[in-house]
């Protein structure tokens, strides 16, 4: 099914913030991509690669228009990130927002975490993700067909990752949500961060570190976290 609203705002907006040459190499992207095999998927019998633009998919949401396509985080790169971060991963919960077809959810199961929610509003990525999943056996994941926006965040320990998953409309929401049923040790990681400014102004995050040998991953960390390390630093 082709959303042709969709596509329209959506080429609208590229256009007006970033002109005709960007929405050119993304549709040469978008092309290349398809064309090339995925080692992740081949190697574990999963359908997790690819690009996704939105306005092939069917969604039931009026943040349709401020979503952006999907596209697999390397397992590499997310592994490198978890490390980083070195939390006692059994007591958290990963979630993953605009989890897509759900490769981080994987990753992220394998890793340890007690718990792991991927959250997306297509459909058919929704389901794709379901089964990946299904594949692989993993008994500590879930995947809501649901709106990030309304999404609400479980209590306790949480990593909270997203790879440019919407505009700073939709963004806005979720830190309000987080900020309301997001209590316990918190870290967002931000791939491709073009909303961190609204991040920055939010009264209950701070900058904790650019990921390690990955520059375009950026991690938040709860201020909660902060005053009690310093806390323990000056006990």
């Not at 609400?152 to 505009?167: D, I």
Request: charged share 25%; aromatic share 8%.
């Amino acid at each position: 099914m082709l959303n042709v609203q969709i596509l329209a705002k959506k080429v609208a907006r590229m256009l007006a913030r970033e002109g005709v040459a960007p929405l050119c190499r993304r549709a040469l992207a978008q092309l290349r991509q398809q064309r090339q095999a995925d080692a992740f998927d081949l190697e574990h019998g999963t359908e997790t690669g690819g690009l996704e633009p939105l306005w092939k998919l069917d969604i039931d949401s009026p943040n349709a228009r401020y979503g952006e396509r999907y596209e697999a985080t390397t397992a590499q790169e997310l592994h490198a990130v978890l490390e980083f971060l070195n939390v006692p991963v059994r007591d958290y919960s990963f979630i993953d927002l605009g989890c897509g077809k759900g490769r981080t959810l994987i990753v992220a199961a394998r890793f340890g975490f007690g718990r792991v929610v991927g959250v997306e509003f297509a459909r058919e990525l929704a389901d794709t993700a379901s089964a990946n999943l299904a594949r692989q056996a993993l008994g500590n994941t879930a995947v809501l067909h649901a709106d990030a926006a309304a999404y609400e965040f479980p209590p306790g320990g949480k990593v909270v990752y997203m790879y440019n998953p919407f505009s700073e409309e939709v963004l806005a929401r979720v830190l309000e949500n987080l900020r309301e049923h997001g209590d316990g040790s918190l870290y967002i990681v931000y791939k491709s961060p073009r909303c961190a400014p609204l991040l920055d102004g939010c009264g209950f995050l701070k900058r904790h570190a650019h990921a390690p040998g990955a520059p375009h991953i950026e991690i938040w960390q709860g201020i909660a976290v902060n005053a009690r390390l310093a806390a323990e630093k000056t006990a």
